[in-house]
């Protein structure tokens, strides 16, 4: 039996279908390529010639794992993605652009920031805030 993985234009697997080859109608405007890919590692690479590739950690970089519990120390993530979809501590999730955040809070504690893109694997990013002296 064939695989048939349809994606959309980031590269972002959406759908795999088994059997012939999806007919005109039934592919809606949707790209495709032969093979399975799956939906949790891999992602349709379209740099070249559209082809299924595993994903990587989404790139960033962390100017420091532990700030003062002060909300005014903070924490500097930059070279992610743009854009980058970010899960906050408290479950809030945001599409950034501009390729940097920064995360600053007033009590105590570890806290975990999460990244994704649809090209990348999730990433967890670890803050250690302690108490201000």
Same mark, same amino acid.
Do not use: M, N, S
């Given at each position: 039996m064939n695989k048939w993985t349809s994606y959309k234009v980031s590269g972002e697997i959406e759908a795999v279908y088994g059997g012939q080859e999806p007919v005109e109608e039934e592919l809606d405007?949707?790209?495709?390529?032969?093979?399975e890919g799956d939906y949790d590692t891999q992602f349709i690479d379209v740099s070249d010639s559209p082809v299924i590739a595993d994903q990587v950690? &989404?790139?960033f970089t962390q100017n420091k794992p532990s700030i003062i519990a002060d909300a005014v120390d903070e924490c500097d993530i930059s070279g992610l993605p743009d854009p980058c979809t970010v899960t906050w501590p408290d479950g809030q999730i945001d599409e950034v652009t501009g390729g940097s955040i920064q995360y600053s809070v007033d009590y105590p504690g570890d806290y975990v920031?999460?990244?994704? &893109?649809p090209i990348n694997l999730e990433t967890e990013v670890y803050i250690e805030a302690t108490p201000v002296i």
């Open positions: 405007g949707l790209a495709f390529v032969a093979g950690q &989404t790139p920031i999460k990244l994704k &893109t």
